[in-house]
């Protein structure tokens, strides 16, 4: 059975900084990504790695944000800095089966940026 589980998000001020965790299990994953929904908004791809370490971004959140991964551990890491408002959405994680091609979600984590 696939499992995500995320972890990292909360509140924080515009400029400031969090950082999303995203530990799978029960999968043998190729390409991880974190996609974020804003109310009323689809959701969007923010940023996506593949097992051999190519990432890509969104445009608006390159120079910002950085995604990691373990493949030790099966988890993807999401360094997000300068954070704006417009940043603001429910984080989720993604993790595409390498077997199947089936991508499985996680449970999503809220981020929040205001003053």
């Known amino acids: 059975q696939v499992q995500l589980v995320e972890s990292g998000g909360g509140l924080v001020q515009p400029g400031g900084s969090l950082r999303l965790s995203c530990a799978a299990s029960?999968?043998?994953?190729?390409?991880m990504g974190w996609y974020r929904q804003a109310p009323g908004k689809q959701r969007e791809l923010v940023a996506a790695?593949?097992?051999?370490?190519?990432?890509n971004y969104a445009d608006s959140v390159k120079g910002r944000f950085t995604i990691s991964r373990d493949n030790a551990k099966n988890t993807v890491y999401l360094q997000m800095n300068n954070l704006k408002p417009e940043d603001t959405a429910v984080y989720y994680c993604?993790?595409?089966?390498?077997?199947?091609?089936?991508?499985?979600w996680g449970q999503g984590t809220q981020v929040t940026v205001s003053s």
């Open positions: 993604n993790a595409r089966s390498l077997v199947s091609g089936l991508g499985s």
């Open positions: 029960g999968i043998i994953i190729s390409v």
């Open positions: 790695i593949t097992s051999g370490g190519m990432t």
